[in-house]
């Protein structure tokens, strides 16, 4: 297996089109949409229209389509009522996924999971906590498009690590309810063995995401100089060839993430006040 897949085109051609013509795009997406406009006014922003546009290769009518189906599944799920306290054996998954407190080279937050740590809580309590950490994501940008580089330790990894039907789950909840929200995925250290599941995976990843992925190995060279590249590697944890060798702190953590529900919840609110009137 390549250590190192083809990294996301820079651009499409719509990309070069001037913000006039994008923001036309929007507006007949907005049109078509009726009006979920005024009944999500938070979520069906123009950040997330021209995201879901872009993911879907500009079509409005594709775009759409999918923003439709991201309004019914939030109508159901609520994402963002989730709360950090919402969240099931809080201090144990934070080992398994978490958002440091340091960004990438181009300003992007980074999340990083590690699923060969167990995890002692259901499958709909990770998907709760994935979901949470995706709302938070959509946050840490203003324009909330390929905003996150996403890093996957898989040190110790097995097969029985990462349960297929709870990846099939994560990854339709991505690629269909916040879709071009990562900017990469690097995976590191994936054992041989992961060959196989990767393979089985590549089947329900969507293409754009899909170049999204790079495999990086601390003991190559080029895998080296690419972090190094993309990460201040003073505060990238040593497991990544960073020479970062603290771990997280629960508290200082719980209350980071406790702040951000703050803003969430005070947006969620103005939101809701907005659309009332």
């Not at 997330?48 to 991201?70: M, P, Y």
């Not at 995890?119 to 390929?146: C, P, R």
Request: aromatic content about 10%; proline content about 4%.
């Amino acid at each position: 297996m390549s250590y190192l897949l083809k990294s996301r085109r820079e651009s499409t051609l719509h990309e070069h089109e001037s913000s006039e013509e994008q923001q036309a795009k929007i507006n007949e997406v907005r049109e078509l949409l009726g009006d979920l406009p005024t009944e999500m006014p938070g979520f069906l922003s123009d950040a997330t229209i021209r995201r879901f546009l872009r993911a879907r290769n500009w079509s409005t009518v594709q775009a759409t389509k999918t923003l439709k189906e991201a309004v019914k599944w939030r109508r159901q799920y609520k994402p963002e009522m989730i709360r950090w306290e919402d969240l099931a054996e809080r201090e144990n998954e934070v080992k398994r996924a978490y958002i440091p407190d340091y960004l990438d080279k181009n300003g992007r937050t980074v999340f990083v999971t590690l699923p060969s740590v167990k995890s002692l809580t259901s499958g709909k309590e990770k998907i709760k906590q994935l979901v949470y950490n995706l709302e938070n994501f959509t946050m840490s940008s203003e324009s909330a498009q390929d905003n996150v580089v996403w890093v996957v330790d898989f040190r110790g990894w097995k097969l029985s690590s990462t349960p297929l039907a709870e990846t099939r789950q994560s990854l339709n909840i991505i690629q269909n309810y916040y879709p071009g929200l990562v900017a990469v995925a690097i995976l590191c250290n994936p054992p041989k063995i992961f060959e196989s599941f990767w393979k089985i995976v590549n089947y329900f990843i969507e293409p754009e995401m899909r170049e999204k992925v790079k495999f990086v190995y601390t003991n190559n060279s080029e895998s080296q100089r690419i972090m190094a590249d993309m990460f201040d590697l003073d505060r990238l944890e040593c497991a990544f060839g960073g020479r970062n060798t603290s771990g997280i702190d629960i508290v200082e953590y719980s209350e980071r993430m406790r702040k951000r529900d703050q803003v969430r919840g005070a947006s969620t609110n103005a939101n809701a006040n907005a659309s009332s009137y």
